[in-house]
């Protein structure tokens, strides 16, 4: 029989179903990385970039404390998560129209290579790290404040770093380390080291009390985890922005299990109740947070479910709007 013209047509476009299975238009190598780590949101007037330092292995097994082995088993099959879980390294970068501000910096060089990427980040997000006129900083722990430093030279050489006069007190007095528990030994050592290029420039100016640090933004006591441990409300026109430091180590333990405190709480009991409060208040006003160690971007708002609290990561945008 002789074949039509569309017949012909038809047999040419099966032809590639006939090729070996093996066959492969491309032997592309796989590239074993990840997508910058920034992610811009408007608040009022106000641009929010989260910026990611990394991830790092959270130590779970070690440093939980009020929680019992079965009960973080339970939760991480909650979440459908096993240990070691990665948890986020997060910093907030505000740029306000007239300053541009930086609330926390990431670890820096001191957790390895896990982490250290926040100015990477910060310039693929389009500024770079002599256009930051303040650094605000949550506490003075290596994964908040290692990053101000790079090359043992200030990191942002045209910032101001201010954090509360508490926390400064504490950490750079040679006496607190003396006293200190030794398994924080090396983040005293890590908090005189970040702070001296920025003392001896005089770039550093803690405040004694709380209060607005810069317009729009209000430093706030959270006390606990760090003696002069701070939170920052960010506020343009009526929307507000949380940004809590560390309130939370490990969301998929600690809002099942609020009372779950970390070896690394200063004072435990103190830590315990001001998250309570925290959570409770936050779960009827809806405020979004900004979370230093929630999967990033760790921008959300919480909701209570009975005694538990849950996360809502904010709906991603690929377009913020113009205020």
Request: glycine share 8%; charged share 15%.
């Amino acid at each position: 029989m002789k074949r039509t013209p569309s017949i012909l047509l038809a047999s040419a476009l099966l032809l590639p179903l006939a090729l070996p299975a093996t066959t492969a238009w491309a032997a592309a190598p796989q590239q074993h990385t990840q997508a910058p780590g920034w992610y811009r949101m408007m608040l009022g007037e106000f641009e929010i970039t989260a910026l990611s330092d990394g991830t790092h292995a959270f130590p779970i097994d070690t440093v939980m404390r009020g929680i019992t082995p079965g009960q973080i088993q339970h939760d991480l099959l909650d979440a459908d998560l096993s240990a070691p879980v990665q948890g986020s390294i997060n910093a907030f970068l505000v740029n306000t129209g007239k300053k541009l501000v930086l609330i926390d910096a990431g670890a820096g060089v001191l957790y390895g290579n896990c982490c250290g990427r926040l100015l990477d980040n910060l310039r693929a997000a389009g500024y770079q790290p002599e256009q930051v006129d303040e650094v605000l900083l949550t506490h003075l722990h290596k994964d908040h404040a290692g990053g101000i430093v790079a090359n043992g030279k200030m990191a942002f050489p045209n910032a101001t770093v201010r954090l509360s006069q508490q926390e400064a007190d504490y950490w750079l007095a040679p006496a607190s380390k003396a006293s200190g528990p030794a398994f924080l030994s090396t983040f005293y050592d890590a908090a005189v080291a970040s702070t001296a290029p920025y003392i001896s420039a005089k770039h550093f100016s803690p405040y004694a009390s709380y209060g607005e640090v810069t317009p729009g933004i209000t430093a706030m006591p959270a006390p606990g985890h760090t003696p002069g441990h701070a939170m920052y409300m960010v506020q343009s026109g009526r929307q507000q922005l949380l940004v809590w430091g560390d309130i939370i180590h490990m969301a998929a333990l600690q809002l099942p299990h609020p009372e779950a405190t970390v070896q690394y709480d200063s004072e435990q009991d103190h830590a315990r109740s001001t998250r309570a409060a925290l959570l409770s208040k936050l779960g009827k006003d809806h405020v979004m947070v900004g979370a230093a160690h929630i999967a990033f971007p760790g921008l959300g708002h919480l909701r209570k479910q009975g005694r538990q609290y849950e996360w809502l990561p904010v709906n991603y945008d690929g377009l913020p709007p113009a205020p």
